[in-house]
């Protein structure tokens, strides 16, 4: 089937296969922006007509993007933006400020920023200058000095807009929401935020003054449209290139989502999650194993993406621990299950270790205390156990109590996949009762 | 580096007089000594000053009208006549100028509204202050030191000023040489002067009555003179007062007319003449107490004419002008104060009278002719005044009595210096208008003794005259021919030159400390020169502002793009309805407070969005349109917002921004706005101070909060504070007792719109704009008003329902009108909860593990459990539901999205499955939820 690519394409295979990657992974890793939103073509409409109103007639304007993680805020935003652009004479007008919660930490910061991105008269070359309470009266007075109709309408667009909830008595919000509340320069505040609770966060005299219009993006996907935008996702544009190769693999595609192990991984993933980029993170690792040797993506490639995307990560350190260290989590497990989730010290581990070698003739695990509190400590590293409570630090060592962070089924998994387990550990730890 | 220099404050030579009323003794020399430095500065009355202020490098400008202390000697007050600088003109006011103004100008304070008593302390030195001509062009000069004078400010308009009082050896007595050939018919020359008189006709402390007085044969005529003040004083106050003062003024002119050869003294004294013609009492009063006066000057004519005489001199040019034409008289006298600049405004004390005699008859001048209409309006506040003169005769009777010894006491100190010049002085200290009269009616007096001789040194003042003291000189010598009592004047004269220049060297030594000063003042000027785009600060040329757009902002198109722009909360409303009561309040509280000249403080409270800014704001408005059509005293308004401060002791360096545009540390504008509440100054206006989030100015020590309640209790700040906040009971809860105690109890508070009131707020707005149906906005109401009563809310809510509407619009069936769903849906939108909406849109795992959660919490009986205990549950739930049981990492990440969403609430992420669960939603929400599917 290759040799047969390699005969008809106009372009050779590799050259090919490396356009399309490279096509499909910008799409997975949202450096193209999608040509139309799908699923909210109302937030989208009733955000372009907010930015635009802000834009064209100076209506000052709050709006609150709310959504869960991966549901596509940023990209509705972006979308909007990008049409709104288009028109020239919002082109011309329109300032933008971006802040992000993460990187604006406070309000200095934020305040700076601002004064920069907007270019105002104490910026010079990228330094902002003046203290904080000098920056907070400038952007005031600038703002305020601005009128409906002849200054240029501001969007302020606020990343992680929970997080400026969080600044010292709020004072930037106040002071957009209140510019946006009062005859001053026009400016459009759009705050991003997963947190559907945000209103509560806000003070009250900052809630009344936000104009409480919230574009909620909440999915209500089907499966089977999860399924229909996974294939389109992997499918390849009309523009491409070479169009007999798009349309092989397009074909390939469709064949591969009506297989039934595939439609069974993807199910998995829509139950666990409705969002994109879990899916776009799947589709990125069958992506990245399409060779030319091996030119298509597979149903196995698909499963194999999906057991690397579920794997347990504790349950992966597990196998890297020594036979000592496993033994010791056992024994930890079986203080776990006595116990019911007491914490323990290292002579309880230590007592019940020695418990399963007295029922042993063969003494291959005696070790001596000191190998047994370092490979305690290397749990410790590992965050496989941690100190029930952090003010232990006067108590000694041995006697610091500790907690398990596994459970007991990713221990007994680990067990299963450990290379060359013994069998007498395997039984310990199966046994119910140390 | 400022220069702190430990004055000392004496009275030279004995008290004046005294007022036994007051207990106040009046003084005619203030004595500064400067520690470490034998030099001594002497103030007199009439000099000009710099009083310290809030600003450093701009002293306050004053002019010394009288100095007085009490009993003990403890309190030395002056009184003053303010000039203001031109940072202390609102800079809104400036363009009133209508030029540039010159770095150096001051400006002639001509306004009530100010405390013209200070302390002696706060005298700083005496400053040069040149009167100049309106037009004139501003001195090329470098010095620092001397400030101009053009025109006088009322706080209000700009105005020419009045001329200066006459300075040094000049008392601006009548100008005798200089009246054209027949005084009586030359109105423009006398009219504006002679109605000052008449107005002032009576309350004469003549310092022959006060001589009389002394020698004990008075009490009659003190009777019969308070009698005739009252009656003037009424007359006053009649509406016809301006009608009565003319036809005194014309019986005045009348009598000149009569006596035109009057020349010598002798004939001058003859009663009765002027007795016959005067037939009102007041008149007849009048010439009188100016017969006695003179008969008893007569004995000791020499100082009498000595002072006179300058007056004479330098007086009659500009009044030789004013014959010509009146309009340019005044600028003429400008003229003359120049000729005199070098020396000193106040050299002697000799003249002392002069410059306060100019200055009121310069107040005469304007006030008196009533043809001007703009003259007329500087009027009702003299008459003010004049009603306080009448008053205060008893005072008057007290101050004469002690007057004769005083005035020996001085005779002596300065021998050629007769008494007559202290006495002068010292009526005027209290009574300058009485000053005034006298030297009116001698000046009339002599105008008719002089009339001929100062005909020809008329003419030849005319064209250039008496630019300097020399020339002064001259001319006096040029007079010596004129007569036996003029020659005997001009030597006289030549004694007091030389005293003026020796007090004008005396002078000259607080200018050489001047310039020190200023060289002290250096440094602290260079830093601001310093400034340059380089230096990290804010770059002082910055101006705040947002650049303008390139085309036009749309206008609004239809009638639901109209009702939205005036839905818009921003959009201002042409009135504010259903606050009435409260802006009633208010507005009565502030305006009282104004019109007083007093301070205070109010709270005011309410919860988010219930219109207390605005109406503040609205408040203030009319106030300020009531200030600009003068009906109460103009006011200066200046807010502060808690919320737009990075910290609370910002608020002083805003406040002292907005008063006077200085830019200072917050610890430095602390100490200047504390200077400027607690000492008295030229503060035309009162400040209205708004201070919103009042909660935020909170500190631990509270001494924000304690600053800004105290200023106004303080007897010169005229600061009314309103505070707002949202708490009813801020002050119980956040203030200590001091704090608090001093707020006072006014206060208001704004309760939240009932459904009437806000459906009343958005028809309003409306304003007839047929873009809602009745029953939505009913709807709109009663609902923001069941939740909030925030009419923020209220319009948003409008707003959205109207963005709604036009959507819906394409389809055939709306109406046009935002009808009941429009609303609904916009209500929904705002206030229904996300959650439930965020669980059904939740994915299956998540799903399950709220349920799993649920099902945790009924096992344990508690709200929450750990991760891995409610994984136990998922796991058994998958189970049931067919799924493959989820592994550890995959409810991990189920349960940190939930958390990111908080529809649960969860411990740090890297306790892992030991991390603690709890929900953020009811367990019905979510039961509900789950169940609908």
């Known amino acids: 089937m290759s040799k047969r690519k390699v005969k008809d394409a106009p372009l050779p295979l590799g050259d090919c296969l490396t356009e399309a990657q490279q096509v499909l992974r910008e799409r997975f890793c949202r450096q193209q922006l999608p040509d139309r939103p799908e699923g909210v073509e109302a937030q989208h409409k009733h955000l372009l007509e ?65 004064t920069r991105q907007l270019h105002l008269e104490n910026v010079v070359g990228d330094k902002v200058f003046g203290s904080f309470a000098e920056n907070l009266a400038f952007l005031l007075e600038a703002l305020k000095k601005g009128d409906r109709s002849s200054s240029r309408p501001v969007l302020f667009i606020l990343e992680e807009f929970d997080l400026f909830a969080h600044h010292k008595n709020q004072t930037l919000l106040y002071n957009l929401f209140d510019v946006s509340q009062s005859a001053q320069a026009p400016i459009a505040v759009v705050g991003i935020t997963c947190r559907l609770d945000v209103l509560e966060l806000l003070e009250k005299r900052v809630k009344s003054r936000f104009s409480h219009r919230q574009i909620h993006l909440l999915s209500s996907l089907t499966f089977t449209q999860y399924l229909q935008r996974a294939r389109t996702q992997l499918s390849l544009p009309d523009n491409f290139p070479d169009s007999k190769f798009a349309q092989e693999w397009n074909e390939d595609v469709t064949t591969l989502c009506e297989d039934k192990s595939v439609e069974e991984v993807l199910q998995r993933h829509f139950h666990s999650s409705k969002d994109f980029r879990s899916l776009h993170m799947l589709l990125m690792l069958c992506l990245s194993r399409v060779s030319v040797a091996k030119p298509t993506i597979k149903p196995a490639d698909l499963l194999d993406a999906s057991r690397l995307c579920l794997a347990d990560a504790k349950a992966n350190m597990l196998h890297g621990l020594s036979i000592l260290e496993l033994c010791l989590i056992i024994a930890m497990k079986h203080l776990n299950d006595v116990y019911e989730g007491e914490p323990f010290n290292l002579q309880m581990v230590h007592n019940e270790f020695k418990k399963f070698l007295q029922r042993k003739s063969n003494s291959m695990y005696n070790f001596d205390q000191p190998v047994i509190m370092k490979a305690f400590e290397h749990l410790q590293q590992l965050e496989l156990i941690r100190p029930a409570d952090s003010s232990a630090a006067k108590t000694q060592r041995e006697y610091q109590l500790m907690r398990l962070m596994l459970d007991h089924s990713q221990i007994m998994e680990a067990l299963q996949k450990y290379p060359q387990c013994p069998t007498d550990v395997k039984q310990w730890a199966m046994s119910a009762f140390g | 580096m400022k220069l702190r220099v430990r004055r000392s404050y004496e009275w030279r030579g004995k008290p004046l007089s005294f007022n036994r009323k007051l207990k106040t003794h009046e003084y005619g020399l203030l004595v500064i000594s400067v520690e470490g430095l034998p030099r001594k500065t002497i103030i007199s009355t009439g000099q000009h000053i710099l009083i310290e202020g809030d600003d450093e490098d701009n002293p306050y400008v004053a002019k010394v009208v009288r100095l007085y202390g009490d009993e003990s000697g403890k309190q030395k007050k002056a009184v003053v006549q303010w000039f203001v600088r031109l940072s202390e003109v609102p800079p809104s006011k400036l363009k009133l100028l209508g030029r540039e103004p010159h770095p150096q100008e001051v400006f002639y304070y001509q306004s009530r509204s100010c405390d013209d008593e200070v302390n002696v302390e706060s005298i700083l030195r005496p400053v040069q202050v040149m009167h100049l001509d309106a037009a004139a062009p501003f001195p090329d000069s470098d010095d620092k030191d001397t400030l101009y004078v053009k025109l006088s400010w009322d706080s209000k308009t700009f105005r020419v000023a009045p001329p200066e009082p006459a300075p040094a050896s000049s008392p ?49 005529s003190r009777a019969t003179m308070s009698a005739g003040k009252a009656a003037e004083a009424e007359s006053f106050h009649s509406a016809t007062k301006l009608s009565a003062s003319k036809c005194l003024s014309a019986k005045r002119r009348n009598m000149a007319g009569r006596t035109p050869g009057v020349r010598k003294k002798l004939e001058l004294s003859s009663p009765g003449k002027k007795l016959s013609i005067d037939e009102d009492v007041l008149s007849q009063l009048l010439a009188e107490e100016s017969k006695v006066a003179l008969a008893q000057s007569l004995p000791s004519s020499p100082p009498l004419s000595l002072s006179l005489s300058p007056v004479r001199k330098e007086y009659n040019p500009p009044a030789a002008q004013g014959a010509i034409c009146l309009k340019t008289s005044a600028v003429v006298l400008n003229k003359m104060s120049l000729s005199n600049l070098d020396s000193p405004p106040s050299p002697a004390r000799d003249d002392s009278t002069s410059p306060q005699r100019a200055d009121e008859r310069a107040a005469a001048w304007l006030t008196g002719s009533a043809k001007t209409p703009k003259r007329r309006s500087a009027t009702p506040k003299r008459t003010q005044g004049r009603g306080a003169t009448a008053t205060t005769p008893s005072r008057r009777k007290e101050a004469k009595s002690l007057k004769e010894p005083a005035l020996a006491v001085l005779a002596e100190v300065d021998n050629e210096n007769s008494p007559m010049l202290p006495v002068a002085a010292t009526p005027r200290s209290s009574k300058r208008r009485s000053a005034l009269l006298v030297s009116s009616r001698i000046r009339q007096q002599l105008n008719l003794l002089d009339n001929k001789p100062g005909l020809d040194s008329d003419g030849e003042d005319e064209d250039e005259f008496v630019p300097t003291r020399k020339e002064l000189q001259s001319s006096s010598e040029e007079e010596e021919g004129d007569g036996e009592e003029e020659a005997e004047l001009d030597s006289d004269e030549e004694v007091a030159a030389k005293k003026s220049r020796r007090v004008a060297a005396g002078c000259r030594t607080p200018r050489s400390k001047q310039t020190a000063r200023s060289s002290t003042r250096t ?18 040329h910055a101006t705040p502002s947002i650049p303008s757009r390139s085309l036009p902002a749309r206008q609004p198109a239809n009638v639901l793009e109209e009702a939205r722009t005036r839905l818009h909360v921003s959009s201002v409303p042409e009135s504010l309805p259903c606050r009435e009561q409260e802006f009633q309040d208010i507005y009565s509280f502030v305006e009282s407070k104004v019109i007083d000249g007093t301070g205070g403080c109010m709270y005011i409270s309410g919860v988010p969005g219930t219109g207390k800014t605005a109406t503040v704001h609205e408040v203030m408005r009319c106030l300020q349109h009531a200030a600009d059509m003068d009906e109460i005293p103009a006011f200066h308004f200046i807010e502060i917002n808690g919320m737009k401060m990075t910290d609370p002791h910002q608020a002083y360096v805003q406040i002292l921004q907005k008063l006077t545009g200085q830019k200072a540390t917050a610890d430095h504008a602390a100490a200047l706005l504390e200077k400027r509440f607690s000492n008295p100054a030229p503060r035309t206006e009162t400040t209205v101070l708004l201070v919103d989030e009042l909660d935020l100015l909170w500190t631990r020590k509270q001494n924000v909060m304690y600053n800004l309640f105290d200023w106004p209790t303080r007897r010169h700040a005229r600061l009314v504070v309103l505070t707002i906040a949202n708490t009813m009971d801020l002050p119980e809860r956040i203030m200590i007792n001091r704090v608090a105690s001093r707020l006072g109890l006014t206060r208001m508070s704004f309760q939240p719109y009932s459904f009437k009131q806000l459906q009343q707020i958005i028809m309003s707005r409306l304003n007839k704009v047929k873009a809602f149906e009745e029953d939505a906005l009913q709807l709109v109401s009663r609902k923001v008003a069941a939740l909030s009563g925030d009419a923020r809310r209220c319009l948003d809510i409008c707003r959205r329902a109207t963005e709604i509407c036009e959507h819906s619009a394409a389809e055939p069936s709306a109406s046009g009108l935002v009808g009941m769903n429009h609303v609904m849906e916009a209500l929904n939108e705002m206030f229904s909860s996300s959650y439930i909406a965020a669980i059904k849109c939740a994915s299956l795992q998540e799903q399950l593990f709220l349920r799993a959660v649920i099902a945790e919490f009924r096992r344990l009986g508690l709200e929450e459990a750990t991760f891995q205990q409610v994984l136990v549950q998922h796991q058994a739930l998958c189970r049931v539901e067919g799924l493959q049981p989820v592994a550890v990492s995959e409810g991990l990440a189920v349960c940190q999205r939930l958390g990111a969403c908080r529809l649960l609430l969860l411990e740090p992420s890297r306790l892992g499955v030991l991390q603690r669960v709890r929900l953020n939603v009811s367990q019905d929400d979510v039961l509900y939820a789950l169940k609908a599917d």
Do not use: W
């Not at chain 2, 602290?524 to 804010?538: A, E, L, M, N, Y």
């Open chain 2, 172 to 220: 601006p007595l009548c100008p005798k040489p200089s009246l054209p050939p027949s005084p009586p018919c030359s109105p423009p020359a006398t009219t504006p002067a002679t109605k000052g008189f008449s107005r002032r006709a009576l309350p004469t402390p003549d310092p022959t009555v006060m001589q009389r007085a002394s020698s004990g044969e008075v009490r009659y």
């Open chain 1, 50 to 114: 907010l930015l635009k109103r802000t834009a064209v007639h100076g209506e000052s304007n709050s709006v609150l993007i709310v959504g869960p993680r991966g549901a596509g805020k940023t990209m509705l935003l972006q979308c909007v933006l990008r049409d709104l652009l288009e028109e020239t004479e919002v082109q011309k007008n329109l300032l933008q400020v971006h802040l992000n919660g993460l990187l604006q930490t406070d309000d200095r910061v934020a305040l700076k920023e601002i």
């Open chain 2, 523 to 540: 440094p602290r000027k260079t830093p601001s020169r310093k400034v340059t785009p380089g230096t990290p600060r804010t770059p002082r």
